[in-house]
């Protein structure tokens, strides 16, 4: 999967997941203050991150997350990691 493909993957998550509209949906938006999302979504959106990547995510990867970029790193970063 490359960051394209990793991108559109989260972009769909987020609209289907949170009826967000897609065109809020670049790299640069800040997940609470553009999107509207909250602490309940963020748990939520970690447990789809689980699905997509069929791997453990630790508080510890999701507590600098503040915009879609940095979601896109976290799940670049878990799909490069070694099983």
């Known amino acids: 999967m490359d960051t394209q493909d990793v991108f ?3 972009k769909s998550t987020l609209v289907e997941q949170f009826e967000l ?3 809020k949906i670049v790299p640069e938006a800040r997940l609470y ?3 509207d999302l909250d602490s309940i979504d963020a748990v939520d959106l970690v447990i789809k991150l689980q699905e997509i990547t ?9 507590k600098g997350v503040r915009t ?6 976290v799940i670049e970063k878990l799909i490069a990691a070694p099983q």
Do not use: T
């Open 8 to 10: 559109q993957k989260l």
């Open 21 to 23: 509209d897609p065109a």
């Open 33 to 35: 203050e553009d999107l």
């Open 68 to 73: 879609v970029a940095d979601i896109q790193r």
């Open 54 to 62: 069929g791997r453990k995510v630790s508080p510890e990867d999701f």
